[in-house]
């Protein structure tokens, strides 16, 4: 027989929250960054001068008619024993940065020995919507202090700094902790009040309730598989309501927002909405969940957004924003 958890108490009877169902909202605003074209599980992508080419397993379409693989500067292979490599048409540098403008921010980019580089550029649309609403509580005179969990390199932890927040970030690898520092950096935030802890996310927020710490604002990327920087295992499905019912306890009593993305298949938005609903359904506030994905360039008609033929969707997000 399965043990029935005990229910907690802010289950409240009465929803304060209103869910709301988002259309698939667009990384349209870059400008050092295009997804030229894709098809057949691969995308080719501009990351400031340097083309790259890599596996996605959401291409699952035909390539379009148009420019091939051949211009691209650096080829991610797959082996078929897992993993993979780059292949680069000359030496590349080590690295280089691009900027999102509309904000302000810099970023490093690497290509790493799994395929990434180092950002995700269709978050930006998450970075722009925490970043309107620090700014416009900052307008008030009111502190925010801002938790970021599985926060990776850490360009939601520069937007939110970049707004006038206080940023506690937080990643199990010391590497991802380190390289969101130098974005910081990069983007005039080398003095910007941002806490940079290499921890195990759910064991740092249950250090944070016994100490008192409370936050107004707290944004989350879990994986769908992970280990802690102690060795803690992670797995999404299991671990997630856990973690946030103890994030919902080191909320301070009138939060700004809470954001979750995610980036596997097996959670839909719907999914991330009720989970969202089930914490703070009791809050006065508004809960909107949804895709993110980026224009495919090979396929847009020049012109007005609404002429973007094909999206890549890219992930997942959930948002509860307060309305007291």
């Avoid at 929803?15 to 080719?44: E, T």
């Amino acid at each position: 027989m399965l043990d029935t958890p005990e229910p907690r108490a802010f289950a409240a009877p009465v929803s304060a929250s209103v869910i709301q169902r988002s259309p698939l909202l667009i990384a349209d605003g870059w400008r050092d960054y295009q997804l030229l074209h894709c098809g057949f599980g691969m995308k080719q992508e501009r990351w400031g001068r340097v083309n790259l080419v890599r596996p996605d397993p959401q291409v699952i379409w035909p390539k379009s008619d148009g420019p091939s693989w051949t211009g691209w500067d650096g080829f991610y292979h797959r082996s078929p024993e897992g993993g993979g490599r780059w292949e680069f048409k000359k030496q590349p540098p080590e690295n280089w940065t691009i900027g999102y403008e509309r904000l302000g921010l810099t970023f490093r980019i690497q290509p790493t020995s799994f395929k990434h580089t180092g950002l995700f550029p269709e978050q930006a649309v998450n970075w722009e919507w925490s970043s309107c609403l620090i700014r416009e509580a900052r307008a008030t005179g009111r502190e925010i202090n801002v938790l970021n969990l599985f926060g990776y390199t850490g360009a939601a932890t520069c937007a939110a700094a970049k707004a006038g927040a206080s940023v506690t970030h937080i990643d199990a690898s010391e590497g991802m902790v380190k390289w969101c520092r130098e974005n910081a950096a990069l983007s005039g935030l080398a003095d910007a009040p941002i806490r940079y802890i290499v921890d195990d996310c759910l064991k740092f927020v249950r250090r944070e309730l016994k100490r008192g710490k409370r936050y107004d604002a707290i944004i989350m990327d879990p994986p769908t598989y992970g280990r802690g920087a102690g060795g803690e295992m992670w797995k999404l499905e299991d671990s997630l309501w856990e973690l946030l019912r103890e994030c919902r306890e080191i909320l301070t009593p009138n939060p700004l927002f809470f954001l979750v993305n995610a980036y596997t298949a097996r959670l839909s938005p719907t999914v991330v909405a009720n989970l969202l609903h089930a914490l703070l359904g009791d809050r006065p506030g508004q809960i909107t969940a949804g895709e993110v994905g980026l224009p495919i360039q090979a396929d847009t008609t020049a012109g007005a957004k609404a002429d973007y033929a094909k999206i890549l969707p890219c992930g997942i997000y959930g948002r509860w924003q307060s309305s007291a």
